[in-house]
């Protein structure tokens, strides 16, 4: 019998909380791999855990997670219908930006989840998560828009959005985000 994605998540958890790769580890309080559902359609991937996300080593669970939890509730999802992840998978110290070397070793273990869950629609939130699948892409340019793409032989549809942290500080990105997810809610009816 072979395993079920929630064991093989789980296994890939386990690697990613030994990981010493990079020496985010050290500064880290724990690992924060992802969360949700291990057969959802859809997949939201962030940045990078926070201090609310390291202190409790699940995603999206401080300021951003609750915007994010009201635009999923907008267009009638719950963390349990998707899986969310992150780029990194520890916590930059005070919250900088990640580096090149630590996208670098820390991705297999996202790319990894992806083979997993084969997710149907992939949603990046901000340019780090963008970037990984499209290096020259401008978010400005491309948010909001719906892509059908096949990574790593999965085929998905891919819709790029901002970062929920940028909602928060900025009243037009806030409006650009409410509008992006409209449009992930129309096409997920149309599936
Ligand atoms: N920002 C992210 O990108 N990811 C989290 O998990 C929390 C905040």
């Given at each position: 019998m072979s395993a079920t994605n929630s064991?093989?998540?789980?296994?890939?958890?386990?690697?990613?909380?030994?990981?010493?790769?990079?020496?985010?580890?050290?500064?880290?309080?724990?690992?924060?791999?992802?969360?949700?559902?291990?057969?959802?359609?859809?997949?939201f991937i962030g940045e990078a855990p926070g201090f609310y996300e390291d202190e409790q080593g699940l995603p999206f669970v401080g300021n951003s997670g609750k915007l994010l939890d009201k635009l999923l509730a907008s267009i009638n999802l719950k963390r349990q219908d998707v899986f969310i992840a992150n780029i990194l998978k520890h916590r930059p110290p005070d919250n900088r930006n990640p580096e090149p070397a630590e996208i670098k070793v820390c991705t297999p273990f996202l790319k990894a989840q992806l083979q997993v869950i084969r997710p149907r629609v992939i949603i990046t939130l901000g340019r780090f998560a963008l970037n990984y699948f499209f290096p020259e892409a401008l978010i400005s340019q491309v948010r909001g828009q719906i892509k059908k793409i096949t990574w790593q032989g999965i085929?998905?549809?891919f819709i790029p959005v901002y970062h929920p942290?940028?909602?928060?500080?900025?009243?037009?990105?806030?409006?650009?985000?409410?509008?992006?997810?409209?449009?992930?809610?129309?096409?997920?009816d149309q599936k």
């Open positions: 064991q093989k998540l789980k296994y890939l958890s386990g690697l990613i909380a030994s990981c010493q790769k990079c020496p985010l580890y050290q500064t880290a309080t724990n690992p924060v791999p992802g969360d949700g559902n291990p057969e959802a359609k859809i997949v085929d998905s549809t942290s940028a909602g928060l500080r900025n009243g037009s990105m806030l409006k650009s985000l409410q509008s992006d997810f409209i449009t992930i809610g129309k096409f997920l």
